[in-house]
């Protein structure tokens, strides 16, 4: 993928584009073009966030729905993260484990990380 503009996008910045919050404009400009990834976890992120959503807001609960099933159109590539080194980083970083894997991929491919996680964001940039 030399070459290739690489970005982990992380359930943050997704839920924000699926979900139509205001910040999911800003999250689609920056990954225009882009190559996405998200460790396999985002899945099971995304679909807590629904989940969450429909409870807050029934009204709209067959929408929150169908935004969920237009995950596959981002053709976002999901990759197994090394759990050990995983644990490490999130450790040393204060992290969750989650948040811990979506900063480890981003290190590991030398990407770059969309997120709105303001930790996620400091631990990336310290």
């Known amino acids: 993928m030399i070459?290739?503009?690489l970005a982990v996008v992380d359930a943050s910045a997704i839920a924000s584009l699926l979900f139509g919050e205001a910040p999911g404009e800003e999250i689609a400009r920056a990954l225009d073009g882009k190559h996405l990834i998200a460790p396999t976890l985002l899945r099971y992120e995304l679909g807590s966030v629904c989940l969450k959503k429909r409870q807050l807001y029934?009204?709209?609960k067959d929408s929150l729905?169908?935004?969920l099933v237009l995950l596959d159109r981002l053709k976002?590539?999901?990759v197994k993260v090394v759990e050990k080194e995983?644990?490490?980083l999130a450790e040393r970083k204060y992290l969750t484990y989650?948040?811990?894997c979506y900063?480890?991929?981003a290190g590991e491919l030398g990407a770059d990380l969309v997120t709105l996680d303001s930790r996620m964001r400091e631990?990336?940039?310290g």
Do not use: K, N
Request: hydrophobic share 55%.
């Open 3 to 5: 070459g290739d503009e």
């Open 58 to 60: 029934p009204a709209v």
């Open 65 to 67: 729905l169908h935004a």
């Open 76 to 78: 976002i590539r999901e």
């Open 86 to 88: 995983v644990v490490e």
């Open 98 to 100: 989650y948040d811990a």
């Open 103 to 105: 900063l480890w991929l």
């Open 123 to 125: 631990a990336w940039s």
